[in-house]
Every structure is written in structure tokens, then in C-alpha cells.
């Protein structure tokens, strides 16, 4: 057990003190006169939230589809592309002899229970995040991708763990039908709808899949005008390899969205050593999401954040894991990866803990539902 902890204690290390440090948060940076975080349970002032990270896009519910129609998506962008599916296996060179008449097959073992379908497994999940020094999550779900805003609403209150509520409509493959025969202003009146009636603090994550199609035009379209009325920050799904990124926030500041206002999503799938579009991204104010951290194969994103930060964009940067269990990987696995790399301590203060803040942080214009 002790042995446990001090590798936990080693590997908060890489914020260390810095996140806890006064001289740092009274550094951080500075709101806007009634700026607040909305949370599902309550708006919050953004310096309630400097003492830890926020991870600004985690799942804490996906439905029991959702991983079928994402690798079935996959598939008709592979095809489309003319790209190869997952290899088949060799033919035996020589005919395998017919095996013997099998036995009576065993009973299936009965499974476990979901944990997405386990509001008390999962606060027990989330309330882990508190002792590796993450202060809020993101939900990024919403109705078309299998998320039910009460599920949150209850890990919110069993763990003690402050959650914003992301919102909106995924991308093309999730769409309900009614999206292709619905109006710009439709989807917009539907995106208020849910602002107020789900608590929102965000919308996102906002997606388009492969190539921008009709309809995901007209959401993003929908979604920067539900920005401007009602002041949400916004934050995107790209197609791998980041397809869209530009043309997304192009639509969004089109709609009068300030970019500094929207994260654009994934794009630690695009492994250009160049970081030729995430440096256009930044230029233009807004932020730039490595939102799949974390994990065995992750060290390929450490360059590209290491180029970004060499060019000067650490307030443009945001990091999470786009998970569904182990919410502190981004903390544990790729911060120590960043700091070996040569990334400081205040750096990744800024990027775990006020660069999350300044992005939520929002004057409302339409008041919280009771």
C-alpha cells in the first residue's frame, strides 16, 4: 500500500505544488465581472475551481450502440477512401483436420455490472479524480450519443466531484432522422431547449465525421448562433485525421462566435511535425484539444504539444481523455511524458488549470433554470 501511494504521489509530481500554490493562483488568469462555470448543480465562480485540473472532455455515459455505429461509421469512411478494412486471417496452407464433435457448451458466464448503467459505480469512479488533484470534469455526451442527463445529474451528487454538463448533437452517423428535415432554426430553438432544460455549461463536443456533410453545416451553423444567445463555450469533434478543424471554426466565427469562445477537438490525431493547422488554430485565438491522453500509445502527441509550446501557444492548449474510466490517465500517464520532454511545472498549471477555467468561464445571458 505504501508503494501505491508513493507512485501516485510521484506522479502528481509533474503539477506538484504548483497546483496548489497561492503565487500561482493568484496569477492565473482574470474574469469577466459575473463570469461562472456552469455546473449541473450549481454555477460556480471560476477561483472555485483553481486549486486542481479540469478535464474538459471525459464520458461518463455513451450508449449500448454507441461503439457500433462509431466502428461502422469507420468502416464507410475507410470504404469511401478506398482504404483497407482490419486484415483478414490467412487461409491454411494445408485443410485442417475436422476436430472432433464438440461438448456440450457451458453456460455464459454472466456479466459484470455496466458501469455506465451504475450511477453509484460510477461517482465511485469519478471520486477518484479528486485524490490526483482534478477539480472538475466535462461531460461531453448528450441525448443522440446514449447520455441521460439524470445519470450525470446523480454521479454529480454521489461523488462530490463538480461536473459541467457538455450538450448539442454529435456528428452524422448519431443525428436522430428529424435532423435532415429540420431547419436551421429548429435545431438553434432545440439547442436553447436544451441549455435550459439540461443545465448545459458547454456545448460539445460539436462533430463532423469524415468530410463536413449538409447537415453538419447546419448544425455548426445552429450550434454559433445558440452561442451567441446564450454565451456557451463550444467544443468540437474532428474525423481522423482532423478533418474539418478549419472549416469548423470557420462556420463558427462565420455565426459571430469568438474564437477565443471554441476548442476544436482530437486534433492529437493529426500527427503533423509541422503542427501546420494547430498553429492556425491559435493564431486565430482559439483553443486546440489533445483530448485522447493518456493511454500506451500517447507519446506520439508529445512532440506536437512540445512544438506548440516551443512557438508560444500554451494559453491555446487543453488536454484530456475523452475516456470512459480512469479519468486521471491524462494526469498521471501523459503529464509525466510532457515534463520529461522539458514542459515546466507552470506550464502545465496553465494548461490543466486555468486554460480549462478561461474556456468555461462565461457571462450568462440567459438565466439557470430552477
Not at 481522423?240 to 490525431?269: F, S, T, W, Y
Not at 491524462?330 to 494548461?351: E, Q
Amino acid at each position: 500500500m505504501a508503494k501505491f501511494q508513493l507512485s501516485r504521489r510521484e506522479a502528481l509530481g509533474v503539477l506538484g505544488a504548483a497546483v496548489a500554490s497561492p503565487l500561482l493562483a493568484q496569477s492565473g488568469p482574470t474574469f469577466p465581472k459575473g463570469a461562472i462555470i456552469r455546473t449541473l448543480l450549481k454555477d460556480m465562480d471560476p477561483a472555485e475551481l483553481a486549486g486542481g485540473a479540469t478535464l474538459f472532455h471525459e464520458h461518463m455515459q455513451l450508449g449500448v450502440d454507441f461503439n457500433a455505429k462509431f466502428n461502422a461509421a469507420n468502416a464507410a469512411v475507410r470504404a469511401m477512401n478506398a482504404q483497407p478494412g482490419p486484415a483478414a486471417a490467412p487461409k491454411p496452407a494445408v485443410e485442417a483436420p475436422k476436430p472432433l464433435p464438440a461438448a456440450a457448451p457451458k453456460p455464459a458466464a454472466a456479466k459484470g455490472p455496466d458501469i455506465m448503467r451504475d450511477a453509484d459505480l460510477m461517482a465511485a469512479e469519478v471520486a477518484k479524480v479528486k485524490a490526483d488533484g482534478i477539480a472538475c470534469i466535462v461531460d461531453a455526451g448528450h441525448a443522440d450519443m446514449g447520455r441521460d442527463i439524470n445519470f450525470i445529474r446523480q454521479v454529480a451528487m454521489k461523488s462530490g466531484v463538480p461536473i459541467v454538463a457538455g450538450g448539442g448533437f454529435y456528428s452524422q452517423p448519431y443525428y436522430p432522422k428529424e435532423i435532415s428535415t429540420m431547419t436551421e432554426d429548429q435545431i438553434y430553438r432545440a439547442l436553447l431547449k436544451q441549455a435550459d432544460d439540461d443545465t448545459l455549461g458547454v456545448y460539445g463536443e460539436i462533430g463532423s465525421w469524415d468530410e463536413m456533410s449538409r447537415d453538419e453545416r447546419k448544425v455548426f451553423r445552429a450550434v454559433g448562433r445558440a452561442h451567441v444567445t446564450t454565451n456557451l463555450p463550444v467544443f468540437t469533434h474532428t474525423g481522423i485525421p482532423g478533418k474539418g478543424a478549419i472549416e469548423q471554426l470557420d462556420i463558427l466565427e462565420d455565426q459571430g462566435v469568438d474564437p477565443r469562445r471554441v476548442l476544436i477537438g482530437h486534433l492529437g490525431n493529426l500527427t503533423d511535425p509541422q503542427v501546420y493547422v494547430h498553429k492556425q488554430i491559435c493564431r486565430r485565438g482559439a483553443f486546440v484539444g489533445f483530448d485522447r491522453q493518456g493511454g500506451n500509445n500517447d507519446a506520439q502527441q508529445v512532440p506536437l504539444v512540445m512544438a506548440l509550446l516551443e512557438a508560444g501557444f500554451e494559453d491555446n492548449l487543453m488536454f484530456s481523455a475523452d475516456a470512459s474510466s480512469g479519468y486521471s490517465k491524462t494526469m498521471t500517464v501523459f503529464l509525466p511524458k510532457l515534463r520529461a520532454a522539458g514542459a515546466s511545472d507552470a506550464v502545465l498549471h496553465k494548461i490543466m488549470v486555468d486554460n480549462p477555467r478561461r474556456f468555461l468561464a462565461f457571462v450568462p445571458k440567459r438565466g439557470r433554470k430552477k
